[in-house]
């Protein structure tokens, strides 16, 4: 089992920035990928980013790259998403959530899930 956390949600204005950090504990996530999700009010979950636990390997939507950067702490057992330059399409409730295997797009491919942290850009 693993046991995720969210946090650094908030409000913020459009063109700002946010670090949403998630902090997992339990089973060693040694061969583990760590995505971050969205969902929008009436709106199905997406993919947002993602990224290896070991290795380089990382992906993002098309809709932030070059805005979002994710990253990880090992010694931490913390994956990080930095949000630069939001927009008001960014508000969301952001989810990370864990998967062993490599990176997916697919939130039914990760096991486990965060209860979300709220996201609000206003405009």
């Known amino acids: 089992q693993v046991q995720v956390a969210e946090s650094g949600g908030g409000l913020v204005q459009a063109g700002g920035s946010l670090r949403l950090s998630c902090a997992a504990s339990?089973?060693?996530?040694?061969?583990?990928?760590v995505g971050w999700f969205r969902q929008a009010p009436g709106k199905e979950r997406e993919f947002v980013a993602a990224v290896v636990w070991t290795g380089r390997g990382a992906d993002y939507a098309d809709s932030v790259k070059g805005r979002f950067t994710i990253s990880r702490d090992n010694a931490k057992n913390t994956v990080y998403l930095q949000m630069n330059s939001l927009v008001f399409e960014d508000t969301a409730v952001y989810y990370c959530?864990?998967?062993?295997?490599?990176?997916?797009?697919?939130?039914?491919?990760?096991?486990?899930w965060g209860q979300g942290t709220q996201v609000t850009v206003s405009s």
């Open positions: 959530a864990v998967r062993y295997g490599g990176i997916e797009h697919f939130n039914r491919a990760y096991q486990y």
């Open positions: 339990g089973r060693t996530l040694i061969y583990a990928t």
